[in-house]
């Protein structure tokens, strides 16, 4: 089981794996624009998308909008063209313009920094929020998908029955020196390794921690 015990040792060792893969693509636009607001967008774009295709539809987007006030400027058509085939991309457009003018209307342009405030946004949930916090502005919070509600309960770390309770059971356990790095890590283990069905444990560095929860089949 992972415990805190050795939740450094495991949280040391992912570091060191996930070198081996590719990073999220939202990590990647945070590094490369530093830019609040297109850390939502494309946060938002991410959502039960694929990376490659939330790659592609954020650079086309921001090519014709990058700031709220440009967003509002485009049609809901034109959102949609430049981020199809992004999953629920017509929800998407209208959530995306939406949050645009409320930007303008109640933050004078800018991304709040906050979980509350965020979480008025059109289409921003707590996962979006939290991403945004760490990405965005380098602030303490714990994004949760469904990579790491997996992972997390198969390690036995925690027992929770969604992304949200694992969210509120890592801010009360999980040392906060590892809030902004363990969606990184667990989103990249989870695609390449510790997958749903058949996971890879017999290539998995941290097997020997892993509680297993729930584990059928592996390879």
Known sequence: MVTNENIDIVIKILKKEIKKYKEPIVGVIAKATKDPFKVLISTMISLRT?????????KRLFLLAGSPAEMIKLTDR????????????RVKAKAIKKTAGMLLENFGGKVP??????????????KTSN?????????????VD?????????????????????EFALRKKLPKKHWKIINDLLVTY?????????????????????????????R
């Open 50 to 58: 694929k990376d490659d295709v939330t790659t592609e539809a954020s």
């Open 131 to 143: 991403l945004v916090m760490i990405l965005g502005f380098n602030k303490y919070g714990i994004c």
């Open 146 to 166: 469904i990579h790491v509600h997996r992972i997390t309960n198969r390690w036995g770390y925690v027992k929770t029955k969604n992304p949200e309770k694992t």
């Open 78 to 89: 034109a959102i949609e063209k430049a981020i199809y085939p992004a999953g629920f991309y």
């Open 113 to 126: 920094d906050t979980l509350e405030e965020l979480l008025t946004l059109s289409g921003v949930g707590r």
């Open 190 to 218: 989870g695609q390449n390794l510790c997958h749903p069905v058949s996971p890879k444990c017999t290539r998995c560095k941290i097997a020997g921690y892993c509680g297993r929860i729930g584990v059928t089949t592996k």
